[in-house]
């Protein structure tokens, strides 16, 4: 009960001290004044905090970034610590600390995270090697812009849930109606992100390859390709949060195993501690997803980087 | 090499109608000629330069390169664009390969070629660098090594100084004049800037506006080894003075004529 306030507490003069250090001066009501003093400058006010599309000291966002993860784990842990809510509704940190503990040495935690990891892995990968060439080739070529835009622009906002039914239809109860739903829900929006990357390549060096020599095949290939390297990876990164949406919501409707899955049965036993503990598994493991996209851009693409 | 242009026209469709960007030009190249096109925004010089690197087609009229009609793109017309058209995951070697690359020379040969070409634009020491590393004048070098790498018979240069600062512009004309003189190559240069095209040709071709026609051809009559202090001389004044009349549509001093 102490512990949280106390946390709190410091996290607030941190806060505090934070904005100080950083040249936020604290709000105080302005007071009539009748002086002569010189009047304030006509110029912008100097700001550290509210800079416009421009870097902040790193200690400050170090400092803002810790923040950013430990307000609301204090306010969780301080809210469940006063007994205001039943811990059924809402379990302590400690609790779902339990939990997790309990799925782990079930075995259940790792068998259900591999689960979802392999459907959604095998799910997107087939969506990315489908959607680059398609995605090149409708940027790099007006006709097959023309002839593919149309579908894919319709296709792309029918929710790929829409499509469970007919998926479980056609493909049953195993794997592969999952990973079906992960491709389609992903697919449509990787080609036309790639698509409008490869609108962006600059046309003088397509020209410039021409005079140089190069034929059109060799530009596609040698030019085009290697210059949307960057942003396919970018466009993976955000779309792969998609599929690991899809996942859950697969295993939600149907499955044996997998993240999903263990919230519907938590959730038919009360479990509530297990269905935090599942919701942070899945933040921890997207999060996870995204760094790791981020590392390979990083290690692959130095030259797009500032 | 010999580069001749015959009745060229060149019209473009746009909604407002037809435009005639350019009417009727007649001009040519000779081997190891540097000759500048000038005219002002209007008269189609981009368009010029890029109908002769094959990016366009004319409406009427042809461009032969050695008896051979220009009908596309080619590495016997190297061209130097404005904005620097460095490929941006390459480094500096890997770009002046490229065009070598492309026409299937072999990994030992290129190097050797690209290491040679470096060394005559003065960037051996930036050839591991990526092209965000170098500066304006920089990347602008390494355009001009990779298009010389690929032995074109006539180089084509579209405004290649227009995005530089005067310090690096007046740097980059006497290296570009040094660089003529000691390797010998035909080029093709289009320019806004009257003062550089006397500095560096020696012919020039003025064009008039809307639509582009050949005003007037002008010998630019100074030795070969200028440098910026010939811009100081009663002769060069004169050149650039005569041209710029020309250009505001007066008449012409004698000499130019």
């Known amino acids: 009960m102490q512990a949280p306030i106390a946390v709190l507490w410091m996290m607030g003069a941190d806060a505090f001290q934070v904005c100080c250090t950083f040249g936020l001066t604290p709000v105080t009501p302005a007071s009539p004044s009748f002086s002569t003093a010189p009047t304030a400058s006509q110029g912008m006010k100097p700001s550290v905090f509210w800079r416009l599309a421009d870097d902040i000291p790193k200690p400050m966002s170090t ?5 950013s993860i430990a307000v609301p784990f204090a306010l969780w842990w301080i809210v469940a610590s006063l007994d205001l809510v039943n811990d059924k509704f809402l379990p302590s940190p400690f609790q779902v600390a339990q939990a997790l503990g309990r799925l782990w040495t079930d075995g259940f935690l790792l068998g259900d995270t591999a689960a979802s990891i392999m459907r959604v892995t095998v799910g997107f990968l087939l969506a990315a090697l489908v959607s680059i060439p398609i995605g090149i080739a409708m940027g790099a070529f007006a006709s097959v812009r023309s002839l593919l835009e149309p579908i894919v622009g319709v296709v792309r906002y029918m929710p790929a849930p829409a499509f469970i039914p007919l998926l479980l239809i056609y493909l049953g109860l195993g794997e592969a109606p999952k ?15 790639i698509m409008d990357a490869v609108k962006f390549v600059p046309k003088a060096l397509l020209e410039t390859t021409y005079t140089l020599g190069g034929q059109r095949r060799q530009a596609l290939f040698q030019v085009i390709t290697p210059y949307v390297v960057p942003n396919i990876i970018d466009t993976f990164r955000i779309n792969i949060a998609t599929s ?10 149907a499955a044996e195993n997998g993240l999903g899955k263990r919230i519907v049965l938590a959730q038919k036993f009360f479990n509530t501690d297990e269905i935090f503990a599942c919701l942070i598994i899945l933040g921890v493991i997207g999060f996870a997803l995204d760094l ?8 692959t693409c130095k030259w797009a980087m500032d | 090499m010999h580069l001749e242009i015959n009745n060229l026209s060149k019209q473009f469709d746009t909604r407002q109608g037809p ?7 007649n001009m040519h190249v000779e081997t190891g000629e540097f000759v500048c096109v000038v005219g002002a925004s209007g008269s189609g010089k981009s368009t010029l330069l890029r109908l002769v690197a094959g990016l366009d087609m004319p409406t009427a009229g042809e461009i032969t390169v050695d008896g051979q009609v220009v009908t596309g793109p080619g590495s016997d017309r190297g061209m130097i664009f404005q904005s620097y058209t460095l490929y941006p995951w390459m480094t500096v070697q890997k770009n002046v390969e490229f065009g070598l ?3 299937g020379v072999g990994p030992r040969e290129r190097r050797e070629m690209a290491s040679y070409y470096l060394d005559v634009v003065g960037l051996t020491k930036f050839a591991r660098s990526l092209p965000k590393q170098l500066s304006g004048g920089m990347k602008q070098r390494v355009a001009i090594a990779r298009t010389l790498a690929s032995r074109p018979k006539i180089m084509l240069m ?13 740097t980059m004309q006497q290296f570009m004049l040094d660089l003529w003189n000691r390797t010998g190559v035909s080029i093709l240069m289009i320019t806004h800037d009257v003062d550089e095209a006397v500095f560096l040709s020696q012919r020039i071709y003025v064009l008039t506006a809307h639509p582009g026609t050949i005003q007037r051809e002008v010998f630019v009559d100074l030795p070969s080894d200028r440098t910026y202090t010939i811009r100081r001389d009663r002769t060069f004044q004169d050149y650039r003075e005569g041209i ?3 250009l505001r549509g007066k008449a012409a001093p004698a000499l130019v004529s």
């Open chain 1, 292 to 299: 790791s996209l981020r590392g390979l851009m990083k290690a």
């Open chain 1, 63 to 67: 400092a803002l970034m810790v923040l």
């Open chain 2, 19 to 25: 435009v005639v960007a350019l009417d009727d030009i």
């Open chain 1, 244 to 253: 690991w949406n899809l996942v859950v919501v697969a295993e939600l409707v």
């Open chain 2, 158 to 170: 579209d405004e290649p100084f227009g995005a530089l600062d005067v310090q690096t512009k007046e």
């Open chain 1, 179 to 193: 990973i079906a739903l992960i491709f389609m829900g992903t697919v449509f929006f990787n080609i036309l992100m």
């Open chain 2, 244 to 246: 710029m009349d020309l």
């Open chain 2, 101 to 103: 690359k492309l026409q």
